[in-house]
């Protein structure tokens, strides 16, 4: 699936619920499914920066993909990590750094964030970028 694809699923999904109270229970969700980072990758290398609470981000590249793992140790933002995780885990580094981050608006979720969390989920978004241009800069 494309990025763009991905991200319309989120859209899809989070268009089913009536308010933010059901919204968040579905992002706690998706944050106890997220794919837990190895505790080696738990180091302050892979903490994001600007965070309120702690995130973990690890990018690997597979098959010309990269492929990222996460864990935070707040339940609202792996939920938010977990989300991210889905739509640029197993993409190209090209895809990544192309891709489009609207559809974090059309669900609502930045002006249903606290001001730290809304920074922290900028500064997620950046590290994501910022692991796929290294691993684009590798391949050329």
């Avoid at 699923?9 to 499914?33: A, N, P, T, V």
């Avoid at 609470?53 to 977990?82: C, L, N, Q, R, Y």
């Avoid at 750094?97 to 978004?125: C, Q």
Wanted: glycine fraction near 4%; charged fraction near 25%.
């Amino acid at each position: 699936m494309t990025i763009k694809d991905i991200q319309n699923d989120i859209i899809e999904e989070f268009s089913m619920f009536d308010d933010w109270m059901q919204r968040y229970e579905y992002m706690i969700e998706l944050g106890k499914s997220l794919p837990l980072i190895d505790d080696q990758y738990k180091t302050d290398e892979n903490i994001i920066k600007g965070c309120q609470s702690k995130v973990w981000v690890h990018a690997e590249m597979k098959d010309d993909k990269v492929v990222f793992t996460a864990d935070s140790d707040a339940i609202i933002t792996k939920g938010i990590i977990a989300i991210l995780i889905r739509v640029f885990s197993n993409q190209t580094p090209k895809a990544i750094i192309e891709a489009d981050t609207g559809f974090i608006d059309d669900i609502g979720l930045k002006e249903h964030l606290s001001p730290t969390r809304a920074n922290g989920l900028v500064s997620m978004i950046k590290q994501i970028k910022m692991y796929a241009i290294a691993y684009q800069t590798q391949l050329n």
